[in-house]
């Protein structure tokens, strides 16, 4: 029977107690709220509503090596591949493994991928050496967190708030501690309904996604504005390889549409990629030609649109019949349909755009942060299993497999905690001064700031990026810091637009000053003055965190 509390909000209290408090509802949220019910009461909040994530939007598919021809091998082996040397080969081991009863567990669910005789209609996309993508046509995200909502909302230890935004962590990182006592992590402070609100919990996950809302052109949805990397680093956390952004080759470019991604399996199932005068040009970059990894396919595409001096390239997929692409990609075309385009037979115009964060809070494969009691899963947390670029599909691989663990180590972790959490200075997070802070906020015009934040990262912080372009946006971002002033440290409102924007300038700060460390290329980070990747100095990873400056340290 459905939880009757489990969507609606019910009455907005200004603090709540729960056992496991869990930020996110995209796949790695779900996985581990249903993980961590299993021995705990478990609280998630989401910024908008339960569907919004850009798990939700995710096309392509789940990367799983469950084909006849495919080894748990042979996927490890792509995914370090595409990560360039810096993949944390255990934490990959351990996603392409479990990632297998993870997502049986999934079709058994009633995941309703598409099918073909007794096994899944495997896909094949970019840097993958056997067709292993299960998918549902070109909206394998929507089936994905369709199935994982309807057993949350079936479970009565979830109690799910919506239109809660979690704004700071609560830790004891001012109490008196003793030597090597480490900073524990007791809940968070959000905006729920409009209302400051404080969540108590004996353990917390966040799980709050990406960040590609930071920069102009990007496929992610507009809740990914980078909130749970800030937090983080906020409370203590350790970040790191935040030079990595991955850049999607191909998404929608036409007048009056949304952002919008048109899939990789658009150029799996053949796809060519066209300039404007109608050449065919991958395979002058990369013997893979379309197939190619995705930084070297949107390098290149940057590259014809500078060299055609026009500001998209075209996929052409005509050689399909449309009733394969109907069937095949169907949210695909019937979004390019509303704005006048048959994909049957129109090219679709097209350009990169920021797509998934690489790097993140530092976690190992328990999902534990650097403070007790935190938790991070899905494309918030780096465990490592990226490296320098991620294989297309492995994400939600990823969220299933660490949303499960992190559920399931946070609620061990709360057995362990004492009933109440202790006297906490928490109301300091939640805007008991906001009156000061709200003026600030209002003299300032957020959306301003935020295009600012967004320009300077697309000019300089992109998908090529060379060290004189990088220090210009690392001052202007300063000087952006130095006019929001106490608002950088002090996110003490509740106007959740200007807490956004302070987000955003504290993820662009990290992705600046690591991307200003890595005097390399590799992966998805392309210096244009140091176009060699560099073994000898720079197989290692990138550390910040908020007291100090980056640290380079070992694989
Ligand atoms: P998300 O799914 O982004 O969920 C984050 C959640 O946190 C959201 O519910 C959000 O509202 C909430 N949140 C954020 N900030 C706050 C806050 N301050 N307070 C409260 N809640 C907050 N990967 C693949 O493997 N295969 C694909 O086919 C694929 N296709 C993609 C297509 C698109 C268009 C995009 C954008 C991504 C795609 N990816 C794909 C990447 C993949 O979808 C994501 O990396 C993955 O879904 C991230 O899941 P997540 O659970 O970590 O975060
Ligand atoms: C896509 O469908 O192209 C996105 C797949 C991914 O990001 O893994």
Request: some cysteine; overall charge negative; proline content about 4%.
């Amino acid at each position: 029977m459905e939880n009757p509390n489990s969507v609606m909000n019910p009455e907005v209290h200004s603090s709540w107690d729960t056992d496991v408090l869990i930020i996110g509802s995209g796949a790695a949220g779900l996985r581990a709220a249903l993980a961590a019910s299993e021995q705990a009461h478990v609280t998630l909040i989401t910024k908008t509503t339960l569907t919004e994530s850009n798990t939700h939007y995710a096309q392509g598919g789940i990367a799983v090596a469950m084909n006849l021809d495919d080894t748990i091998a042979l996927h490890i082996k792509d995914t370090c591949a595409a990560g360039a040397g810096l993949c944390d080969v255990g934490a990959v081991e351990m996603m392409v493994s479990e990632g297998i009863p993870r997502v049986a567990e999934l079709l058994d669910w009633g995941a309703n991928f598409d099918w073909e005789g007794t096994l899944p209609r495997f896909t094949q996309e970019a840097a993958h050496s056997r067709r292993r993508i299960v998918h549902k046509g070109d909206a394998t995200g929507r089936e994905t967190t369709d199935v994982l909502i309807q057993r949350v909302r079936n479970t009565e230890r979830i109690r799910v708030l919506q239109n809660a935004f979690a704004i700071d962590l609560l830790t004891d990182a001012d109490a008196e501690r003793s030597g090597e006592e480490s900073v524990t992590c007791y809940g968070v402070s959000a905006v729920v309904e409009e209302q400051a609100v404080c969540i108590r919990a004996k353990a917390t996950i966040l799980a709050t996604g990406g960040l590609g809302r930071v920069y102009p052109c990007t496929s992610n949805p507009q809740i990914a504005t980078g909130d749970g990397f800030a937090a983080a680093w906020r409370a203590g956390c350790e970040m790191i390889d935040m030079e990595f952004v991955q850049f999607h080759p191909t998404t929608l470019f036409l007048d009056g549409a949304p952002n919008f991604l048109i899939s990789e399996a658009v150029r799996g199932e053949g796809g060519t990629l066209l300039n404007i005068r109608g050449e065919r040009f991958m395979e002058k970059y990369h013997e893979k030609g379309e197939l190619a990894p995705r930084d070297v396919v949107s390098r290149s595409i940057q590259n014809e649109m500078y060299l055609t001096q026009f500001p998209c390239v075209y996929l052409d997929i005509t050689h399909k019949t449309k009733d394969f692409i109907l069937e095949r990609f169907p949210t695909i075309s019937s979004t390019t349909q509303r704005y006048g385009l048959d994909i049957s037979i129109d090219l679709i115009p097209v350009r990169p755009g920021a797509h998934f964060m690489m790097g993140g809070i530092r976690t190992d494969t328990d999902t534990q942060t650097n403070i007790d009691g935190l938790y991070a899963c899905g494309e918030v947390a780096c465990t490592g299993v990226h490296g320098a670029n991620r294989l297309a599909s492995n994400s939600l691989l990823e969220c299933l497999v660490y949303g499960a663990r992190a559920g399931n180590n946070a609620a061990i972790f709360a057995s362990t905690q004492p009933a109440h959490p202790p006297n906490l200075p928490v109301l300091r997070n939640i805007g008991t001064s906001d009156a000061l802070s709200t003026n600030t906020a209002a003299e300032m015009d957020m959306d301003q700031i935020k295009s600012e934040i967004r320009e300077t990262l697309w000019e300089n912080v992109s998908i090529e990026r060379n060290g004189e372009g990088l220090q210009d946006s690392f001052t202007v971002l300063q000087d952006i810091a130095e006019s929001l002033g106490d608002m950088v440290t002090c996110t003490d409102t509740r106007d959740i637009s200007a807490i956004e924007t302070v987000n955003m300038l504290s993820v662009a700060l990290m992705i600046t000053q690591s991307a200003i460390a890595r005097t390399e290329s590799r992966g998805a980070h392309y210096r244009a003055d140091f176009p060699a990747q560099d073994d000898t100095t720079w197989q290692r990873r990138i550390l910040i965190s908020q007291d100090n400056p980056p640290e380079i340290i070992p694989l």
